[in-house]
């Protein structure tokens, strides 16, 4: 796979606490320019990227986080955040699970969450976080089922705020283990080019960037 078939992967990520709404306008110039695959940005800017975008004539689509980082928001505040972010523009949800109640073998709680989202988002997309780097095999085994019983169109590996990111290891688990009609996204730590292309070796089928540019030299 070239390198160009890769950018088209990724998505363009700004999710810090301090992005500023002309950090965001940059965002949306470079993802435009470089044909990525979507913006991934605050909720708060879903609309600020989407003016930027239609000001450039780009068809890149705005994916934005509900539940994020921590995902322990309740159930009802994500749909709430998701509706929001949709009414407002957003083409891609990137979900936080809970991922407490998934360490304490409350299954039925993250499926019942995960499916109610999805049906929020009907046929616009849903990436579900599940945080790898706190779950262990068995763990994430179970969330390889759940996103895939639930509906989802992605699992994800990462938020980038936790104790860790994106590992080949990982990505050739959640490959093998999701439904067929699952894909997968890693994110977090994906800061040079050729990581980027070993997860995508592995498996994955979008990548999360906040360092797209710079590890590509573009």
Not at 51 to 60: I, K, M, P, R, Y
Not at 63 to 84: A, D, I, M, N
Not at 95 to 102: E, H, Q
Request: glycine share 8%; charged share 25%.
């Amino acid at each position: 796979m070239s390198d160009r078939d890769i950018l088209s992967m990724i998505d363009h990520t700004l999710l810090s606490p301090t992005a500023t709404p002309d950090q965001i306008k940059t965002l949306c110039t470079e993802a435009a320019k470089h044909r990525f695959a979507s913006v991934c940005i605050p909720p708060c800017y879903v609309e600020t990227a989407l003016e930027a975008l239609d000001e450039l004539g780009s068809a890149v689509p705005v994916c934005t986080v509900v539940g994020f980082p921590l995902g322990y928001g309740t159930t009802e505040s994500k749909l709430f955040e998701t509706r929001q972010a949709i009414d407002c523009g957003a083409a891609e949800i990137d979900m936080v699970i809970n991922i407490g109640k998934l360490l304490h073998g409350d299954n039925d709680y993250v499926f019942n969450e995960i499916r109610l989202l999805k049906l929020e988002v009907g046929d616009k997309t849903l990436k579900v976080i599940i945080e790898s780097c706190l779950l262990d095999e068995a763990r994430k085994l179970a969330a390889c089922e759940l996103v895939t019983r639930a509906g989802a169109d992605f699992i994800k590996t990462s938020t980038g705020f936790s104790t860790g990111g994106a590992t080949v290891e990982d990505i050739k688990l959640m490959r093998t283990n999701v439904g067929s009609d699952v894909k997968v996204k890693a994110a977090g730590g994906i800061r040079t080019a050729e990581f980027a292309r070993e997860l995508v070796a592995a498996g994955a089928d979008r990548l999360g960037m906040s360092a797209a540019v710079k590890a590509f030299g573009l």
